[in-house]
């Protein structure tokens, strides 16, 4: 069974410039979350979509974007890029919202860096 | 608010056996994950508590008290290629609903000969 897989793996935008970064969940999962890791800090909560809709959203601003289509595959979209965008972009899945006890899997990320 | 602590860094010896603890204080709970990072690699799952007490899987051990808001992940046995970080996770629940996953900045092991 295929895991959680991302694309790009490696990615080179320019200041200014908007990236879009490619998750495929695990079939059979719903829900998919998009993670930041910047060099040598922890993960932090980018987006939750679950069933097609927005969950819940971190503390990030609005030029992060994302979506879910139909068949549960995700995009994140970082517009207006900022140097301090560099960074590990993780995204995980789970079976759904209303399972309990639903381990999250990662991809392997994709590098995101902004010269 | 939410929070999750753990240590920044520890130093284990080979064939010993590492404790490392992790706290948290969040506005709901669903569960507490433990995952293992090798830098540069995604985060791969190690073990999911949800109720209290000792969860074991191999050489792989991990202890819940929720009432404390109180984590271990106790690693024995250890080999050189348990040299990572390791991130402490809750799953936070607002309302009706499980939430998202809100991780610890994860304690980097280095294991020495």
């Known amino acids: 069974e295929a895991g959680v897989t991302q694309s790009p793996t490696h990615l080179i935008k320019t200041r200014g410039q908007q990236a879009t970064l490619r998750c495929s969940p695990i079939s059979g999962h719903t829900s998919v979350y998009w993670y930041q890791q910047a060099l040598g800090l922890g993960l932090q909560f980018l987006l939750w979509y679950d069933e097609g809709e927005e969950r819940n959203r971190g503390n990030f601003p609005p030029r992060f974007s994302g979506r879910q289509f139909p068949n549960y595959s995700s995009e994140l979209n970082v517009n207006a890029l900022e140097l301090e965008d560099s960074a590990l972009y993780l995204c995980?899945?789970?079976?759904?919202?209303?399972?309990?006890?639903?381990?999250?899997?990662f991809g392997e990320g994709s590098w995101l860096t902004v010269v | 608010g939410q929070n999750i602590d753990q240590p920044t860094e520890m130093t284990a010896t080979e064939g010993a056996i590492v404790q490392i603890n992790c706290t948290y204080q969040t506005s709901g709970f669903n569960g507490l994950f433990w995952y293992q990072q090798h830098a540069g690699e995604a985060p791969t799952f190690l073990s999911y508590?949800?109720?209290?007490g000792l969860e074991e899987k191999g050489r792989f051990s991990s202890f819940l008290s929720r009432s404390k808001g109180y984590s271990y992940l106790l690693l024995k046995e250890l080999q050189m290629k348990d040299s990572a970080s390791y991130l402490c996770a809750v799953r936070d629940k607002y309302g009706g609903a499980t939430n998202k996953l809100i991780f610890g900045t994860g304690t980097l092991l280095a294991v020495q000969p």
């Open positions: 995980a899945s789970s079976p759904g919202d209303r399972a309990t006890g639903n381990t999250i899997y």
């Open positions: 508590n949800v109720l209290d």
